[in-house]
């Protein structure tokens, strides 16, 4: 079946970091990934998306490429601010059954400090 | 628009006990799904529908039954609550289930005693 594996956190970094989660993920066919962002207190967000290999998702500074080869979605950040401190879910939906269906990694928890 | 609502926001119950969560999307959304989310473990799918008057299962439907009995509103049942289903549950919609965005409600935080 499908999965995602995020690397472990918490991610502690200052203000002005570079910033990398790592997600990885088995799937059959060809997925779409996700990145969901939820911050305190509230549901999940999109972050940004992939459908093909080789598409780089982005968004409020964050990117992300589409690695068919390495099965790899990773985020990346050149320069974090405070308000970015949440939880990152790296997610995909894959086809055959599970067609349409998101699944998602476990979240890496990133605190930023001033 | 509000998006994505859920009620109630968090809910003690005791073991054996039973309950409903609602949720209710004003996009016109045709799918919507539950989902919940444990420690550690990201967000399970619970059971989904893809349209009124349809559900299926998800991942991990044990202990759990849902209505769609109208489009903008999914219902989440809980018949004889264990300590188990102790979890924060999330509602979500969206448009088509083709590579398309999930838009997710705040959540409700369920403690089963």
């Known amino acids: 079946g499908n999965s995602v594996t995020q690397m472990e956190g918490p991610v502690t970094l200052s203000e002005e970091a570079f910033l990398t989660i790592n997600c990885t993920y088995t799937a059959t066919g060809y997925p779409s990934l996700f990145w969901y962002v939820q911050y305190p207190g509230e549901g999940l967000q999109l972050l940004l998306k992939a459908t093909k290999a080789d598409d780089k998702g982005s968004n409020k500074g964050f990117e992300a490429t589409y690695r068919k080869e390495t099965t790899s979605f990773h985020l990346e950040k050149g320069s974090v601010q405070v308000s970015d401190s949440a939880v990152y879910f790296c997610?995909?939906?894959?086809?055959?059954?599970?067609?349409?269906?998101?699944?998602f990694g476990q979240g890496t928890i990133l605190t930023v400090h001033p | 628009n509000a998006g994505v609502t859920q009620t109630p926001k968090f809910r003690v119950l005791k073991t054996g006990q039973s309950m409903t969560l609602l949720c209710a999307q004003d996009m016109n959304h045709e799918y919507m799904y539950w989902y919940r989310q444990d420690p550690g473990m990201g967000l399970r799918l619970i059971h989904y529908s893809v349209g009124e008057g349809t559900t299926a299962k998800g991942e991990v439907p044990d202990g759990y039954n849902v209505s769609r009995l109208k489009k903008q509103n999914f219902l989440l049942g809980l018949e004889s609550a264990a300590p188990s289903q102790t979890s924060v549950y999330f509602c979500?919609?969206?448009?088509?289930?083709?590579?398309?965005?999930?838009?997710f409600g705040p959540g409700t935080r369920l403690l089963v005693l």
């Open positions: 979500a919609s969206s448009y088509s289930i083709v590579q398309e965005t999930q838009y």
């Open positions: 997610a995909l939906t894959g086809s055959g059954t599970s067609y349409g269906k998101l699944t």
